[in-house]
């Protein structure tokens, strides 16, 4: 019984291993911890870049970017060194005026709400790759994202972002990137200040109340000025009648 016992128990192993075995190999035919193009690893990020003398983009990884948990996107950069092959093609791209693209996945910016929203391919942008080679890898990368934190853009400059034919050493100046990343989101528009202005007219409203002298009308307020006003108008209109009937009357009497 004992040997039996021993025996079932080998058989269950077996097949429980082997069960295990299928499960790490099929996965698209990629053991797990394998990293590809379209995914990210944990709470990183790939990013890519590509430079190609015939302009057919084949991104490889430049770094990654780290995405930290919390309401608020967080972001930090780790980046790779250029090897001294990258480093001659890149001169090579920027001698026949070729681009320098980079790519990264559409995702939350937020490490915790990845599972939210499938990734949704790759957002893509580019400069001269001149301009790469003659800032010395100095370039600033901007994350684009909406109210949700969600990616929806990417952008890339080199500073100085001119070429100018300046010659640059490979092994100085063209070994690590000096980038500064940011992160740009909506902001929000200031909304009317109802609730102030409503507060403003009961407190006018109340004042008024306190002070009736306020409330009079135009007339009661001003009649001071306006009744000597009239009465200087209706003594000069008086006065001209009486002299223009006057010199009526003369005119009159030449006639007989």
């Known amino acids: 019984m004992a040997r039996l016992l021993q025996f079932q128990i080998a058989?269950?192993?077996?097949?429980?291993?082997?069960?295990?075995?299928?499960?790490?190999?099929?996965?698209?035919?990629?053991?797990?911890g394998d990293v590809m193009d379209t995914?990210?690893?944990?709470?990183?990020?790939?990013?890519?870049?590509?430079?190609?003398?015939?302009?057919?983009?084949?991104?490889?990884?430049?770094?990654?970017?780290?995405?930290?948990?919390?309401?608020?996107p967080s972001v930090s950069l780790t980046q790779n060194q250029l090897s001294e092959e990258d480093r001659a093609k890149l001169k090579e791209v920027a001698a026949v005026d070729g681009l320098y693209r980079i790519r990264v996945p559409r995702v939350?910016?937020?490490?915790d709400r990845q599972t939210e929203r499938q990734m949704e391919g790759y957002l893509t942008a580019f400069v001269r790759a001149c301009a790469m080679v003659e800032s010395h890898?100095?370039?600033?990368?901007?994350?684009?994202?909406?109210?949700?934190?969600?990616?929806?853009?990417?952008?890339?400059?080199?500073?100085?972002?001119?070429?100018?034919?300046?010659e640059v050493e490979d092994e100085v100046d063209l070994e690590v990137f000096n980038t500064t990343l940011s992160i740009l989101a909506p902001v929000n528009a200031p909304g009317p200040e109802t609730a102030l202005f409503l507060e403003r007219m009961e407190q006018e409203t109340e004042k008024k109340g306190k002070n009736p002298q306020e409330q009079k009308s135009f007339f009661a307020k001003y009649w001071m000025y306006i009744v000597p006003?009239?009465?200087?108008?209706?003594?000069?209109?008086?006065?001209?009648?009486?002299?223009?009937?006057?010199?009526?009357g003369a005119a009159n009497g030449g006639g007989r």
């Open 11 to 32: 058989v269950v192993w077996i097949v429980v291993l082997v069960l295990c075995s299928e499960f790490v190999y099929c996965n698209n035919g990629r053991r797990v």
């Open 39 to 72: 995914e990210f690893s944990g709470f990183s990020v790939p990013l890519e870049h590509s430079f190609e003398v015939d302009d057919v983009a084949k991104f490889q990884v430049r770094g990654a970017l780290v995405l930290k948990a919390g309401r608020e």
């Open 137 to 166: 890898l100095s370039d600033v990368i901007t994350l684009h994202s909406d109210v949700s934190g969600y990616l929806i853009g990417i952008s890339i400059v080199t500073f100085p972002g001119a070429c100018r034919g300046t």
């Open 229 to 248: 006003l009239v009465l200087f108008l209706m003594m000069s209109g008086a006065q001209d009648q009486s002299g223009g009937g006057a010199g009526g």
């Open 108 to 111: 939350f910016l937020q490490a």
